[in-house]
């Protein structure tokens, strides 16, 4: 059960992923929302029927690299960043790779009830919230924001899981 929902985190993010290269920004806002809420439930299901694995992690991890990595950076890059040229590329890239680091470093190391760095999770919503601010600031105000986002998921401070 756990990995359906997992992999139901995952098709979300690849459907987010196709509807932002069809030009769908809304739609692949929605869906990155409801990967965030499926990927809310994962880990609990596995949890409470006692079948966490070393496989389930790890899937999770590849399902959070699309669905909260990719997803929002390339929905960012086709409502704005292609604006900025080489610039706006550099920056979603850099928003990936930092969120791939992020889930590796995750992978390798004990947690203790600790998260280190944001969760990209929480990156990627933030991302994608940002998408909808766009009328409402200026466009290098989002540069700024995933330079942040990635910085902050690299980042070695300790966030406490809720």
């Known amino acids: 059960m756990a990995n359906i929902l997992t992999m139901t985190n995952l098709s979300l993010g690849g ?45 999770d991890s590849m399902s959070d690299i699309v669905s909260f990595g990719v997803a929002p950076a390339l929905l960012m890059y086709k409502a704005l960043f292609y604006e900025f040229g080489a610039p706006g590329a550099v920056f979603t890239i850099l928003y990936i790779a930092c969120g791939a680091f992020r889930l590796a470093r995750f992978n390798i190391t004990e947690n203790n009830g600790y998260f280190a760095g944001l969760p990209i999770t929480a990156a990627g919503v933030l991302m994608t919230l940002g998408y909808l601010a766009i009328p409402y600031f200026p466009p290098h105000s989002f540069m700024f924001l995933a330079l942040i986002l990635s910085f902050l998921m690299v980042g070695t401070f300790k966030l406490k899981k809720m």
Do not use: P, Y
């Open 15 to 59: 459907f987010s992923i196709l509807t932002s290269l069809n030009g769908q920004l809304h739609m692949s806002v929605l869906l990155i929302f409801l990967a965030a809420f499926v990927d809310r439930f994962d880990g609990a299901v596995a949890r409470k029927l006692n079948i966490e694995s070393e496989l389930g992690k790890q899937l």
